[in-house]
């Protein structure tokens, strides 16, 4: 009987320690992966800003970055006006602007 148990074990073991192992992989990656850190990600982004504004003489400077709703919000002041502008945890995509569709009146009626 053990010689027969240990036949099916074997593959039964290899299979569930690969499925674990995919897993793993998944649950890293979607628990971000490659994602900078807040810093990280706003340095990127003041950076990209101070050269698309340098022809202005003017600079930005950074006065806040939180986490918020899968992406870093950036509080950033340019001369004596201050913004909010987004990038994506990768550091990929920098918004300028972003609107809350869940504020009231953002949205027209779904029918």
């Known amino acids: 009987m053990m ?4 036949k ?3 593959p039964v073991a290899v299979i569930a320690v690969g499925v674990l192992a995919v897993g793993a992989f998944f649950y890293i990656n979607q628990r971000g992966g490659n994602a900078l850190s807040a810093q ?8 990209f800003i101070n050269q ?3 022809k202005q003489n003017v600079t930005a400077s950074l006065v806040d970055v939180v986490e918020e709703s899968g992406v870093y919000k950036i509080h950033l ?3 004596e006006t201050e913004y909010d502008s987004y990038i994506t945890k990768d550091g ?7 609107f809350n569709l869940e504020e009231q009146g953002q949205l027209p ?3």
């Open 8 to 10: 099916k074990l074997i």
């Open 3 to 6: 010689p027969y148990l240990n």
């Open 92 to 98: 990929k995509f920098l918004f300028a602007s972003g």
């Open 52 to 54: 698309s504004i340098k």
């Open 40 to 47: 990280t990600a706003a340095e990127k982004a003041m950076v």
């Open 109 to 111: 009626p779904v029918e």
């Open 77 to 79: 002041k340019i001369a």
